[in-house]
């Protein structure tokens, strides 16, 4: 995709990501931009810098130097808060929920409405409105979900990853990080969370996809980039390239149609 | 699986009353098993002796269950994060002894001894938690430290005077000896029913009440309440009223309760009980909550310490000692809690108290040793258990059933 051709779809840029652990340059240099309504795949061999990276943007870890950018001015990410509050949100492979509590309360975890009203009303949570919410997350997501006020230990595994990638809708989330989401999943459950990705693209949200699963690139990447040994080594077009080519520029073997940047 | 489904399909279909149902099967079991065990002790103590059911024992039984109630209530809340509190006993015996210094030997008033003390128990319950999340160690073994520590500490406090120290403060020794008119009973039980009346009609003109089950159970559970208050009312106005302490009890489990299950914050304790990574990726301060619930928690502990002292008119290197503890854990867990984490209700606990205090009250009635009520009450514990281990298994199984 032609960046310059549609700038006001870019919400996420980074300049220059660099981070070093100890005596390993984890990330060299790394520009990226994510843009809405679009996938693009991060893709890399064990220790590319692919969690790296992610773990910056999350606000885990702070860059040695670079630059990140949302809707072209510069933000700084300094905790996984600030990274929410930028409407930044990461859907981890444990999906990060509370079993034992019900879906509403996960999906609004760390950020609950309270009732309106005098000081003391303030205090107690507004069910009603966050339920509301919440059925309106689930039903732009196409999935049924049995009871909001069931907890999550009752539901099913792809129940599961849907009340995981529901949050980022409840946060009009503008870019949610997927990190190997269907690494541990079957063909079925794979299908499912393809389905759940495309909806969140369709309602215009940024979607970078760390993945080492080529179903997975090949399915629903509108771009792809290669990271090795902390450097960006390939951007390419998954509708054009095939998956032998992702291998390569994964492993360091020239290849045609790659495109070095 | 996300299959596409007719608009006119709501999202979430299952009614109150089904979902309750649903739940029960899938294993959440809720306080059905401790009404069920108060409710099985309560007519096996009537049948055995026809003086339990008298307004002078059950008055007594409220009285005595006071130090355990409030104790347990604190350890709840650190249940509830999946750690423990050994230390409870030993603290709510230091702040005792502590208070009882305070107004006796330095003659400071009721109010400000009392003060101190819950103060003294707060700081050493911050202290522990301090401990635990700082440094990373078991609340276990930090609290076993604790246990020994405050112990110690409280003994070297009573020194080498002889027996109990006695208090005189009129505040202190009021608390536990003081009985409401009937005037402010009968207000306090007409408020409670007409708050339940209200909340009853307007959750019954709210649409989520369509079904005739979910009407019948919504006004059986309102009901719960107010029927609860009348009798008590009704039985203890027939000895000398209702106790003071009953409505200390019952206001800081109401206070509880309001924020463990309706506030930001008692979601998060939950959810660091259940899943403390996810709490903590949530932006939850996990460390933070966790010396807030220590701190509270050993806040309680001195709180029933003091409970202790305005029973006893004193305190000495004992209190607070013995299986008050472990009852007050056990107390927690026949109410529902899980050891684990994340699962439990201030209600259940509360409850759960006043199992245990039914069974010693009745075994005491019916003449019976202190090893007999320590048998009985293991034995209840252990059934408490293998209810929740069964219902576990139930809903670990429903949870893998739908995957």
């Not at chain 1, 080519?245 to 149609?257: F, H, L, Q, Y």
């Not at chain 2, 159970?217 to 009704?234: E, K, Q, T, W």
């Amino acid at each position: 995709m032609n960046a310059a051709k549609v700038p006001s779809l870019r919400i996420l840029e980074t300049r220059g990501l660099s981070k070093r652990f100890g005596s390993v340059q984890a990330l060299s240099g790394v520009d990226l931009d994510i843009h809405a309504g679009s996938v693009l795949a991060l893709l890399g061999d064990n220790g590319a810098g692919k969690s790296t990276l992610v773990k910056i943007v999350s606000g885990v870890h702070r860059p040695d130097s670079g630059e990140l950018f949302l809707d072209g001015s510069r933000i700084d990410i300094a905790s996984p808060r600030d990274a929410s509050t930028a409407g930044i949100e990461t859907v981890y492979q444990d999906l990060a929920l509370c079993e034992n509590l019900n879906v509403t309360q996960n999906l609004f975890l760390g950020r609950e409405r309270r009732s309106r009203g005098s000081a003391l009303w303030r205090m107690f949570l507004d069910r009603r409105s966050m339920e509301e919410e919440a059925e309106r997350a689930f039903e732009i997501l196409g999935t049924r979900i049995p009871s909001l006020s069931n907890p999550i230990s009752t539901l099913s595994g792809g129940q599961r990853q849907a009340v995981a990638i529901a949050r980022a809708i409840v946060w009009q989330s503008r870019v949610v990080m997927f990190d190997e989401p269907t690494a541990a999943l079957g063909v079925e459950q794979t299908e499912n969370v393809h389905g759940l990705i495309r909806r969140l693209r369709d309602q215009g949200v940024g979607v970078l996809l760390i993945t080492h699963n080529m179903v997975d690139v090949f399915a629903l990447a509108d771009r792809a980039l290669v990271l090795r040994q902390g450097h960006r080594v390939a951007e390419m077009d998954p509708r054009r390239s095939t998956p032998d080519d992702v291998v390569r520029a994964i492993t360091g073997s020239e290849a045609a149609g790659v495109r070095p940047s | 699986m996300s299959q596409p489904r007719p608009r006119s399909e709501p999202v979430v279909s299952a009614a109150p009353f089904k979902e309750k149902l649903q739940r029960i099967s899938h294993g959440e079991l809720g306080l059905i098993p401790v009404l069920a065990a108060l409710l099985a002790v309560g007519i096996i103590f009537h049948i055995a002796s026809p003086y339990f059911l008298t307004p002078r024992n059950l008055s007594n039984l409220t009285l005595q269950v006071g130090v355990l109630g409030v104790m347990a209530l604190g350890m709840s809340l650190v249940l509830f994060i999946g750690e423990i509190d050994l230390s409870a006993g030993s603290v709510s015996g230091f702040c005792a002894v502590a208070l009882v210094l305070l107004s006796a030997q330095y003659g400071l008033p009721g109010v400000l001894a009392i003060g101190i003390a819950i103060l003294c128990g707060a700081a050493i319950g911050g202290i522990h938690g301090k401990l635990v999340t700082l440094v990373g160690a078991p609340s276990f073994i930090v609290t076993l430290t604790g246990l020994l520590v405050w112990q110690g500490a409280q003994r070297m406090l009573v020194g080498n005077q002889i027996g109990q120290i006695l208090i005189d403060d009129p505040l202190v020794i009021s608390i536990a000896s003081t009985f409401m008119p009937f005037w402010l009973s009968l207000t306090l039980v007409l408020i409670i029913v007409g708050a339940s009346l209200i909340y009853c009609a307007r959750q019954l003109g709210s649409n989520r009440f369509s079904g005739a089950a979910d009407r019948l159970g919504l006004i059986a559970r309102s009901m719960l309440f107010p029927v609860l208050a009348i009798l008590i009312l009704a039985v203890l106005s027939n000895h000398l009223g209702v106790p003071v302490l009953l409505l200390i009890l019952a206001c800081v489990a109401l206070v509880l309760t309001l924020i463990t299950e309706h506030t930001a914050f008692g979601v998060h304790i939950f959810a660091v009980g259940g899943n403390a990574e996810a709490a903590r990726r949530a932006g939850i301060n996990v460390a933070k909550l966790k010396i807030l619930l220590f701190s509270s928690c050993s806040a309680f502990a001195a709180f029933s310490g003091i409970i202790a002292v305005s029973r006893q008119y004193a305190a000495d290197g004992n209190t607070g000692g013995g299986n008050l503890v472990l009852d007050a854990i056990a107390a927690a867990v026949i109410g529902g809690t899980s050891l684990f984490g994340g699962r439990g209700r201030i209600q259940g606990s509360l409850l759960g108290a006043l199992v245990i205090g039914t069974v010693a009250n009745g075994l005491d009635l019916l003449g019976h040793s202190a090893n007999v009520k320590s048998i009985i009450t293991g034995l209840i514990l252990l059934g408490a258990v293998s209810v929740d281990m069964i219902a576990r298994k139930r809903r670990i199984q429903s949870g893998a059933a739908g995957a």
